[in-house]
């Protein structure tokens, strides 16, 4: 039981949009930096490469590494064209303590079009798929949906302001893991309390960027939003169940699907409205799109996760 409540702590700090993942108790510009470095790859063959994972004492490896490690390995093999949309399985639970291999598949080079496929392995065995599609520039036809109308980040609690008003009911160990830096600044519109959840709409919003100005390397700032990508979308789905990680869900991502619509900074602030349609079958069902400042779309997340009640575990 004590292994079980331990899974659904670190579910809840590496899930919850409280408490993302953690580095180290530093400068937000050295934790940044460690975010790039370990999103960077060693290539140890042709189409092989090699990843390492911060040692942040859970059990697992947080999955926006994965997505951030595997678009990385494919954008090494491609020239001179963006990605445009991912699509991941997550297969097995990563271990942080040993590296992760990364075998990327050339299927197609177009003339408009690449396309490579991406495996991460570890101890012979396939923890990660994925899929990546990558587009030279073109003109085109554009719309977009409208932005929500949200407030406005400056109007929004900070995250140190979320963490006073919810330590009393944490424990020793939480506190310790919330008190740490974090390299993606985070501000939530909606007051969500997952240590005390009601129930409520399917409905967030998030505002987040990087705590670091970056430089203008468009392929370093889609991989920095793919990372933060995976941080709170999956505990949507709980919100009209009033529950959550920490009370009675077993919950992991199963995959993971992304479209990048237009250039943008992951240095300047981006809006996640997220919302869930549906849960059913021990699944949720979540989706986001991401807004800049200024209303524009540039991208688009959907992620399918594992939700089941610790009574069917």
């Keep these: 039981m004590k292994r079980l409540m331990d899974d659904l702590a670190f579910t809840w700090l590496s899930n919850s949009v409280i408490s993302t993942p953690l580095f180290s108790d530093s400068h937000p510009m050295k934790l940044i930096d460690s975010v ?56 097995r639970p990563g271990d942080p303590s040993i ?19 991406v495996v991460a392995i ?17 003109d085109g036809l554009s719309h977009q949906v409208e932005m929500p109308d949200v407030p406005h980040p400056d109007d929004l609690p900070t995250e140190e302001e979320m ?43 998030i505002w987040f960027r990087s705590k670091k100005k970056l430089g203008d390397d468009n392929a370093q700032h889609q991989c920095l939003l793919a990372y933060a990508s995976d941080m709170g979308l999956l505990s949507t789905a709980t919100l009209p169940h009033g529950m959550s990680f920490m009370t009675g869900l077993m919950t992991a991502s199963l995959d993971h699907s992304m479209w990048f619509h237009r250039d943008f900074r992951f240095d300047e602030w981006v809006l996640i409205a997220m919302d869930s349609p549906t849960s059913g079958g021990a699944r949720g069902f979540n989706r986001g799109n991401m807004f800049t400042e200024d209303g524009r779309l540039i991208a688009s997340v959907a992620q399918e996760g594992l939700m089941r009640l610790i009574t069917q575990a």
Excluded at 45 to 70: D, K, Y
Excluded at 122 to 138: H, L, T, W, Y
Excluded at 167 to 175: H, L, N, R, Y
Excluded at 179 to 186: A, F, H
Aim: glycine share 8%; net charge neutral.
């Design 36 to 91: 790039l470095e370990h999103l960077d790859l060693e290539q140890i063959e042709t189409n092989l490469f090699r990843g390492m994972s911060e040692a942040l004492g859970p059990p697992r490896v947080f999955g926006g590494q994965v997505i951030g490690q595997a678009l990385i390995a494919a954008l090494r093999t491609v020239e001179g064209r963006p990605c445009h949309s991912l699509h991941g399985y997550f297969l």
């Design 99 to 117: 590296p992760i291999i990364y075998e990327v598949d050339r299927i197609r080079d177009g003339k408009s079009f690449t396309t490579r496929r």
């Design 122 to 138: 570890q101890k012979g065995e396939a923890i990660f798929s994925m899929s990546a599609s990558f587009q030279v520039f073109e």
């Design 163 to 205: 963490f006073e008003r919810r330590k009393k009911d944490m424990t020793p160990e939480m506190i310790t893991m919330m008190k740490r830096d974090r390299p993606v600044e985070m501000k939530c519109v909606e007051d969500v309390d997952y240590l005390n959840p009601v129930k409520g709409e399917p409905v967030q919003h």
